[in-house]
C-alpha cells in the first residue's frame, strides 16, 4: 500500500505544473531510495544535472554526498534522498517560499508521512529553513532537534565543498558526529522494540 502510494506520489511530481518552476524545469526530481528507509536526507532543490537525470544528488555536489555517507558505512540504497523542491530553480537560485510551500505541502510531507524516516538529516541553510523554521544552518549545526516525534540532524550542504574546498573537513566531522548519533538512535529504538 504504501509503496504504491509513493509511486502515485512520484507520477504526481514528474507532472506536476503548480508552480513556476515547472515551467523551466527538463525532469522533475521526486527522489531515491530506500521506502523502508530509517534516513531520509533532504537538500535544497535539483541542480543541472539533477534536472537532466531526473534523480537527486547525481552532480558534483552529489559526489560530495556520497563521499561523506560512504565514509560513515551507509549505502545511498538504504536511505531516501530528495529535495525541499523537486523542479531545479531557474540559473540555480533559491527556491522562493511560495515554491517552497506548495511543493512540502503537496510532496516532501506526504512523503515523509509514508516513509516515516526515525532520522531526517538536514542539507543546508534552505532545507532547515522549511523544515525546522530556523534562518541558518550554522544555529543547528552538530545538534540533534526532535520535532514531530521524529529526529533532526542539520549540516552544510555538499556543495559548500565545492566552493570552499577548506569546509570538506567540518563537513566529514559533522557527518562522523551524526553516524554516532544515528547508531545511538537505532540502537535505542530496536533495545525499545524488545519490550512491546
Do not use: W
Request: charged share 30%; hydrophobic share 40%; net charge positive.
Amino acid at each position: 500500500m504504501k509503496h504504491e502510494e509513493l509511486k502515485l506520489l512520484e507520477q504526481k511530481i514528474k507532472a506536476c505544473e503548480l508552480c513556476r518552476l515547472h515551467l523551466s524545469r527538463k525532469n522533475a526530481v521526486p527522489g531515491e531510495g530506500s521506502y523502508g528507509a530509517q534516513l531520509m536526507i533532504i537538500g535544497e532543490a535539483p541542480g543541472e544535472e539533477e534536472d537532466k537525470q531526473g534523480r537527486p544528488f547525481v552532480g558534483r555536489a552529489g559526489k560530495v554526498l556520497d563521499k561523506m555517507l560512504e565514509r560513515i558505512g551507509i549505502k545511498r540504497e538504504e536511505v531516501f534522498i530528495t529535495n525541499i523542491v523537486k523542479c531545479r530553480p531557474p540559473e540555480n537560485r533559491e527556491p522562493q517560499d511560495d515554491e517552497a510551500k506548495i511543493c512540502m505541502s503537496n510532496y516532501l510531507e506526504k512523503q515523509i508521512s509514508l516513509i516515516s524516516p526515525m532520522v531526517i538529516l538536514l542539507l543546508g541553510n534552505v532545507a532547515v529553513r522549511h523544515i525546522l523554521g530556523v534562518k541558518s544552518v550554522s544555529l543547528v549545526r552538530g545538534k540533534l532537534i526532535e520535532k514531530d516525534r521524529r529526529y533532526y540532524f542539520a549540516t552544510y550542504h555538499p556543495a559548500i565543498v565545492l566552493y570552499n574546498p577548506s569546509k570538506e573537513e567540518i563537513l566529514a566531522s559533522d557527518f562522523d558526529l551524526f553516524a554516532n548519533i544515528y547508531k545511538k538512535i537505532k540502537e535505542k529504538r530496536f533495545g525499545l522494540e524488545q519490550f512491546f
